[in-house]
């Protein structure tokens, strides 16, 4: 509990560098998801209800806090853990970030903490994926046995869902696709 996230040297095993979070207690906080944006500078924890940014270069404090949920707004946006963030392949200011509450949202990298586009699958959402082109967002949930695929430029549903054998396990079955957006490939629950 409120670890810090650490940067390691991948060819001596030494430590370089770590960031700390804090909640609005200033209690520390640990990440329950990470992502390196695109270029390669800044570094995104996703927390209860907020994700904070870090400067790779400037190891300490987070430089930016963004409220994902604020009630005293219109109440809408993501509200539980953030368990899953992926930056867009095709457009690096695009940051999706899948919540436990059951959420896709997706974020400008200049947006202060409001949600663009809002999806529900109704399940704690575990993995979040943009394709290769970035008009579509792959989600996974947990004990859940779909993917959905969404339209960033239709937002009122998804796009199709593919079956996996997931639905009775709280285990995080990870999917992935390849390089030329072609095909995507998961595990599932019976081997």
């Not at 209690?27 to 995104?44: I, K």
């Not at 699958?121 to 959905?148: I, S």
């Amino acid at each position: 509990r409120g670890l810090p996230v650490h940067l390691w040297c991948a060819a001596s095993g030494a430590l370089r560098a770590s960031y700390r979070a804090h909640d609005a207690m200033d209690h520390p906080v640990a990440a329950f998801s990470l992502a390196l944006s695109p270029c390669g500078q800044r570094l995104v924890g996703g927390y209860r209800k907020q994700l904070q940014w870090f400067d790779l270069g400037r190891p300490g404090a987070a430089v930016d806090v963004w409220d994902t949920f604020r009630k005293r707004d219109d109440g809408d946006g993501q509200r539980g853990i953030l368990s899953a963030l992926a930056f867009s392949p095709a457009a690096p200011q695009l940051l999706a970030c899948g919540s436990y509450d059951g959420s896709a949202g997706v974020y400008q990298a200049e947006g202060r903490g409001r949600a663009e586009v809002l999806f529900r699958p109704r399940a704690g959402v575990t993995q979040v994926q943009f394709g290769r082109d970035g008009n579509y967002l792959y989600t996974g949930c947990r004990r859940h046995g779909l993917l959905h695929c969404w339209d960033l430029r239709r937002p009122d549903g998804f796009v199709y869902a593919l079956e996996r054998d997931t639905a009775g396990t709280n285990q995080r079955i990870r999917f992935d696709i390849e390089p030329c957006g072609l095909h995507l490939a998961t595990g599932g629950a019976d081997g």
